[in-house]
């Protein structure tokens, strides 16, 4: 394959019009993480400099351990979720999934096996969405899926059946050693027609989880819709948007 003339390769630098980038590091680690897209193509070329730049947002926006989606990557998917939902008025969720009792896995088998099961988790979750839906890793032993189109009715029947698929997992942690965990699962969904955010929508489904786990772990809580509460906040978001279009209808303090 022919480089194109705007852009050279040359040791560990690339050349694009009249500039000299350095890309060692950048290759370096595209490297170490096991892509190897790169080295099929020939260096320096717009296709080789294009991979380089898809593996490094790739690498940005996963977790290493599972390979699932991380914190930053999930909340931006959040954002553009909300505004879906507020856009369309579909119903979308979203699910907090945290491993019961995890330290006790350290504790007892090591880190190495807690991060075992910590993968053989992600995995679990992955086989229980839709290809559509977005699961993350967002924290020690904690994940998050969010799940676009997602009835009510539908909603509880999957975070349970994610616990369900956890509860009845068998993980090799070591050649003699089979571990089974449990995990909470908190839900809400996001208020409909109301430009919300993120954190805002984080914060309900973590007050679910928390219940599911003051409620005895190894259960589903769900903040269901028409029991969810705009709160204070989203329905001050919702009037500053409305009062933009009609500054002289709309009274915020009502
Ligand atoms: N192996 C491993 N452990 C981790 C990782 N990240 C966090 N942890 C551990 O996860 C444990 C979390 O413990 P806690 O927050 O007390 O929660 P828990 O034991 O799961 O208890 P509950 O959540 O209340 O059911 C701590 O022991 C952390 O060290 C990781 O990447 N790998």
């Known amino acids: 394959m022919t480089p194109s003339p705007e852009v050279r390769h040359r040791m560990n630098t690339v050349t694009i019009g009249g500039a000299t980038l350095r890309v060692d590091l950048a290759v370096q680690m595209l490297e170490r993480s096991g892509m190897d897209g790169l080295s099929r193509l020939e260096p320096g070329s717009a296709a080789w400099l294009q991979a380089l730049i898809d593996g490094l947002c790739m690498l940005s926006s996963r977790d290493p351990m599972t390979g699932l989606v991380n914190r930053r990557q999930f909340e931006a998917s959040l954002e553009g979720e909300i505004d879906r939902v507020a856009r369309s008025g579909e119903s979308a969720m979203l699910l907090l999934i945290d491993i019961d009792h995890f330290k006790r896995v350290n504790d007892s088998y090591g880190h190495g096996a807690g991060d075992e099961v910590i993968r053989a988790i992600g995995r679990t979750l992955q086989e229980c969405v839709r290809p559509m839906d977005t699961v993350a890793r967002i924290g020690g032993e904690e994940f998050a899926a969010v799940l676009p189109n997602c009835p009510a009715s539908f909603g509880e029947a999957v975070a349970d059946r994610i616990r369900l698929a956890i509860e009845s997992c068998r993980i090799e942690v070591s050649r003699h050693v089979r571990l089974s965990v449990t995990a909470s699962v908190g839900g809400a969904f996001a208020p409909r027609w109301v430009r919300s955010s993120a954190r805002l929508w984080m914060e309900r489904a973590d007050q679910q989880l928390y219940r599911a786990k003051a409620a005895g772990r190894n ?36």
């Open 219 to 254: 259960r589903t809580c769900m903040e269901l819709p028409p029991h969810s509460q705009v709160s204070n906040e989203e329905r001050d978001m919702l009037f500053s948007t409305m009062s933009a279009f009609m500054p002289d209808t709309l009274d915020s303090t009502r």
